[in-house]
């Protein structure tokens, strides 16, 4: 099973700033099968970005994904209000299996 | 627009089976383009894939369930559903539906978009 680690657990900045998330797998990873997700308090998770790097329809350009093998990235570039949440990287692997990471909590500073 | 609603018990004793449908609405559940999922998550924790399944009934299940998963679909009522056997607290969750975009039908994975998500208590 392909484990993957998130860091860090908690990311405390200011509206404005920049943002930055890490997703690493514990084997390589596909970019073509690397998630991301955000989910708010008493919400169920949103697509962000998939294949590593595509954004999902209707999310804005501040977010951005990168990353290949077992390091993979995601960039907010100026945090606005509503994108304090909490974030996960997801991942298909084989048995088959798909597995998320434990997340990033990104709090207003 | 593509809705899914979770519907089911809120309670469960342990020993039990857990069973819950979800519902699709706005879009046709035998797509060929996509599985459909359930996913998990623990009170104040992370998310875990629970299993999916396709339109023809094919599916997948995490191992780590230890076979106590079903999961089944009905096209005439644009639904699916799932079961989990022999519960314990452990299994005490919110549990989503969604629809899957799994690389067994496209060439990338997700899961969007989710149902509200359902609480369910396992306790006596």
């Known amino acids: 099973e392909i484990v993957l680690t998130q860091s860090p657990g908690t990311l405390s900045l200011s509206p404005g700033e920049r943002a930055t998330l890490s997703c690493r797998a514990s084997q390589s990873v596909s970019s073509s099968y690397l998630t991301w997700y955000q989910q708010k308090p008493g919400q169920a998770p949103r697509l962000l970005i998939y294949g590593a790097s595509s954004r999902a329809t209707g999310i804005p350009d501040r977010f951005s994904g990168s990353g290949s093998g077992t390091d993979f990235t995601l960039t907010i570039s100026r945090l606005e209000p509503e994108d304090f949440a909490v974030y996960y990287c997801?991942?298909?692997?084989?048995?088959?299996?798909?597995?998320f990471g434990q997340g990033t909590k990104l709090e207003i500073k | 627009q593509l809705q899914l609603q979770e519907s089911g018990p809120g309670l469960v004793k342990p020993s039990e089976t857990l069973s819950l449908t979800c519902t699709v609405s706005?879009?046709?559940?035998?797509?060929?383009?996509?599985?459909w999922g359930w996913i998990r998550q623990p009170p104040g924790k992370g998310l875990e894939w629970i299993g999916s399944?396709?339109?023809?009934?094919?599916?997948y299940d995490n191992p780590s369930l230890k076979s106590r998963v079903t999961i089944s679909v009905d096209t005439s009522k644009n639904q699916f559903s799932l079961k989990l056997s022999s519960v314990t607290a452990a299994d005490t969750a919110v549990y989503y539906c969604?629809?899957?975009?799994?690389?067994?039908?496209?060439?990338?994975?997700?899961?969007?978009?989710w149902g509200q998500g359902t609480l369910v208590t396992v306790s006596s």
């Open positions: 706005g879009g046709s559940i035998s797509s060929s383009s996509y599985y």
């Open positions: 969604a629809r899957h975009c799994d690389i067994a039908v496209a060439a990338y994975n997700w899961f969007d978009p």
């Open positions: 399944i396709y339109y023809s009934g094919s599916t």
């Open positions: 997801q991942q298909y692997g084989s048995s088959p299996q798909y597995t």
